[in-house]
């Protein structure tokens, strides 16, 4: 049988008897994990169980811990991080390998928890009027820069057992709007996008994971890219990126229409799991029967991100933190 396609959530601390039914019926390719689904480190490993039992295998577990504004695992479970992008700034010249201890402590806080996919790293670029919610998430504005910061990010979680999921492919930095409640408009030709926006995504197209942005890229297609044909093409075909691509937040008011088109429509755009967060029960359902299974191309590749996946490189953390807060002139966390 194959993965069905979706990546979805839950509303409380533990599963209830509905959500438990519906997903061994419908069996979603995984799932993710918010602030409303986290108490204590017991708890969260208990959620985790909860969830691969009811699909009766070791599904992927994600969550958003980029660190700073973006972090659902805060203090005392996990290290409260500054914004990644002014970790990289005061790490400077140290920056790569600076990221590369700092999401390998996250990827071990993570794993610990039974926890093992983290939506990063986030390689979109951070321009002058980048929109404010976007904008400090980011690594830096250059393009070579920021794709060596996002290879070194990636690796933390891979040596960590976690995979990395790049987002928000093929760039948002453009946007001067939040799409959690606009659609953001980029008006640049695609022959400077392939030079800045979408080059660190080809830098990494080698990820196991992409998440989608949602906006309009308006001289290649009116619509959102994640429900465009001819933006997937460009990720698929010009970014070369043939990992597991995964919608951003379906429900996000960005994109218009209800939730089981807004479904279809990505998966036929060539989306091969779409992503619903923050619904009730009746729309998590309606949103797992619009996406069905996985077709055989992304079924097969589920499973070689997957295969991705393996135990934690050993890690002495307190060597890790020593050098970490070595090479950030001593402030490394924030507060």
Not at 80 to 98: F, I, K, T, V
Not at 109 to 136: K, Q, W
Not at 205 to 220: S, W
């Amino acid at each position: 049988m194959r993965f069905g396609a979706t990546i979805t959530d839950a509303a409380g601390l533990r599963l209830t008897p509905e959500e438990k039914a519906l997903f061994r019926q419908m069996n979603p390719f995984g799932f993710i994990l918010f602030a409303r689904n986290i108490e204590t480190a017991d708890q969260v490993r208990a959620l985790c169980d909860d969830f691969r039992e009811a699909v009766g295998r070791n599904c992927p577990i994600t969550i958003d811990q980029e660190g700073g504004r973006v972090q659902r695992l805060r203090a005392p479970l996990a290290r409260q991080w500054m914004p990644p992008l002014d970790h990289a700034e005061r790490a400077g010249d140290h920056a790569e390998r600076a990221m590369y201890l700092r999401y390998r402590l996250i990827a071990h806080e993570l794993y610990s928890m039974g926890i093992d996919s983290n939506c990063a790293p986030m390689v979109d670029l951070a321009r002058p009027d980048t929109h404010a919610f976007l904008r400090n998430r980011c690594y830096g504005g250059d393009a070579s820069t920021v794709a060596k910061i996002g290879r070194a990010v990636a690796q933390g979680h891979l040596d960590g057992g976690v995979l990395p999921i790049v987002k928000h492919i093929p760039g948002h930095g453009r946007a001067t709007l939040d799409s959690h409640f606009d659609l953001p408009h980029v008006n640049a030709p695609l022959v400077d996008l392939l030079q800045t926006d979408f080059a660190p995504f080809r830098a990494l197209n080698d990820l196991p994971m992409g998440m989608t942005a949602h906006l309009v890229f308006e001289q290649l297609d009116e619509r959102p890219a994640t429900i465009s044909p001819q933006m997937m093409a460009v990720i698929r075909d010009q970014i070369g990126f043939d990992g597991l691509i995964m919608t951003d937040d379906i429900s996000m008011k960005a994109l218009s229409g209800s939730l089981a088109d807004l479904s279809r429509q990505a998966l036929a755009a060539g989306c091969d799991v779409v992503l619903h967060c923050n619904g009730s029960l009746a729309d998590r359902a309606a949103v797992m029967e619009a996406a069905g299974e996985m077709s055989e191309v992304a079924q097969a590749r589920a499973d070689k991100a997957l295969a991705q996946r393996q135990s934690p490189e050993e890690l002495d953390i307190r060597a890790a933190e020593t050098e970490l807060s070595r090479l950030m002139g001593g402030q490394v966390y924030d507060g």
